[in-house]
């Protein structure tokens, strides 16, 4: 009971004072550190097996600390996403001992039940340390503790007016309750303090886990011909796409005159369709593997094969056309995106082939798949993609003489500032665009769990260029741009 809520207490007041109202920085990976650190204390009180679970919590943990270093708040956003999921399957764990499996369906829905196991356990928990305090040995120390507390209370308040700390304590506190402010800090106390008693109540209680049978009969599955038909009719339609169309997917189909196909046609096709197409195919591929008989004939599994190769030479053809359309137009975060989705989309299908070859565990493979998505968003916070789109962009400037300049200023996040401040001198329209941007915004201080590496260098270039109203100089420690109201 101690060990519950003392750390589900140093969850909560820590959460409160370095998330609510603050900025994402050094405070996310603080805070996912000390509750995964809380989790896991519970988890190893309460006789759980920490291998799988430890693993999940680091993973949080680092993905946590991207926020200290990409100012972009599409990535912060996601990555706050993927350390609530992967908090909350953690919890799942913890509740059922590790035993069962985790899948996809558990993945997308382990922040729904997660949330409610939470709520049902610390409502036990709570009941009982209510119990526990109106016990005839405990009820002496709660009502002495409460009349404590209020004649503490009234003297200090009283006493108040002799000392200026105190006082401004008092002015403190009064200032709170006069704006309300305490009221949904409050809130956000009691909501990270539920989370964490029912997480940290669950590793202490006993695994609820329920044994899963190791095989189920697989009701209504697809017999060998209907597999070999699809997978067959699959295989001979993109055959004949890449057959048909072999000048129009690896050529370039708009430098051919009289072609009537622009870049951007021929790009946005390709992309959009090649890549839908292909994830559908390995969710097809995936599902009638499932759904086979284990004596399911060879020929299925060189139709596989070959879907697979046919599928990597789509995605190549997909890469190609994005190539060219970067080429043609510049680079932006959403092509970028687009690569990282293919890469992505690469290696889950090299998964896919090794579940066909050693068989199916359809379960093992989301949770590979998800590791690589997880890694795939670990890249993109932490390697400076914005500075490099911007690097590649200022590198066709010189050469072909065409900026975006107001997509640079406007589109991109904070991280590409003190690129984008270099080559000022470069391009004009460049160096225009950022001081009418920043013209009125200063440099301020923030508090050191704000702290982000991104958003830093930003305010310290914009400041040393002299191009915040502030001037050339900026604070010292943790510092931030803050635009005029």
Do not use: K
Request: glycine letters at 10%; aromatic letters at 8%; proline letters at 4%.
């Amino acid at each position: 009971m101690l060990l519950l809520w003392s750390t589900a207490l140093a969850v909560a007041a820590l959460g409160t004072a370095v998330l609510y109202a603050a900025a994402p920085g050094l405070n996310w990976v603080l805070w996912t550190a000390t509750a995964a650190a809380a989790l896991a204390l519970c988890a190893w009180w309460g006789g759980r097996a920490l291998r799988a679970l430890g693993a999940m919590l680091a993973l949080a943990v680092g993905l946590a600390a991207g926020a200290a270093v990409t100012a972009d708040r599409g990535l912060q956003l996601w990555t706050a996403v993927a350390v609530a999921m992967l908090l909350s399957l953690a919890t799942r764990l913890a509740a059922e001992g590790g035993a069962v499996p985790v899948g996809l369906a558990r993945m997308a829905l382990a922040p729904v039940a997660a949330a409610a196991g939470a709520l049902a356990e610390a409502s036990r928990r709570a009941l009982e340390l209510l119990v526990r305090a109106g016990g005839r040995r405990s009820r002496p120390f709660v009502r002495g503790g409460a009349a404590s507390v209020g004649v503490v209370t009234v003297f200090a308040w009283i006493l108040a007016g002799a000392d200026p700390i105190l006082a401004a304590l008092r002015e403190d506190v009064v200032r709170a309750l006069e704006q309300l402010d305490v009221l949904p800090r409050l809130v956000f106390f009691g909501a990270l303090l539920v989370a964490g008693v029912g997480a940290g109540g669950a590793a202490l209680a006993e695994p609820r886990a329920t044994p899963v049978p190791a095989a189920l009969p697989r009701a209504g599955g697809s017999s060998a011909v209907e597999r070999l038909m699809i997978l067959g009719g699959v295989a001979v339609l993109f055959g004949a796409f890449l057959a048909l169309q072999v000048s129009y997917l690896f050529g370039n189909a708009p430098a051919t005159v009289g072609s009537g196909v622009t870049f951007a046609e021929y790009a946005r096709r390709g992309f959009a369709e090649l890549t839908l197409v292909s994830s559908l195919c390995a969710l097809l591929m995936l599902a009638l593997a499932r759904r086979a008989a284990p004596d399911a004939p060879g020929q299925a599994r060189l139709l596989e094969l070959a879907l697979l190769l046919e599928l990597g030479l789509l995605l190549v053809s997909a890469l190609r056309r994005v190539g060219l359309y970067e080429a043609a137009y510049g680079y932006t975060t959403a092509r970028l995106y687009g690569r990282v989705y293919m890469a992505g989309l690469g290696l889950a299908l090299v998964l896919l082939a090794v579940e066909l070859w050693r068989g199916v565990d359809v379960a093992r493979f989301w949770r590979r798949s998800a590791a690589v998505a997880g890694l795939a968003l670990a890249t993109v916070c932490f390697w400076n993609h914005q500075a490099w789109i911007a690097e590649r962009n200022l590198a066709r400037f010189a050469g072909a003489r065409t900026l975006d300049a107001s997509y640079l200023v406007h589109g991109l996040s904070p991280d590409a500032v003190p690129t984008l401040v270099r080559a000022r001198a470069a391009a004009p329209a460049l160096d225009a665009l950022l001081r009418a941007r920043y013209a009125r915004a200063t440099a301020v201080p923030c508090a050191w769990y704000e702290w982000n590496l991104r958003r830093d260098q930003a305010a310290r270039a914009l400041a040393e260029a002299g191009l915040l109203a502030g001037g050339p100089a900026t604070p010292r420690g943790c510092v931030r741009v803050q635009a005029a109201d």
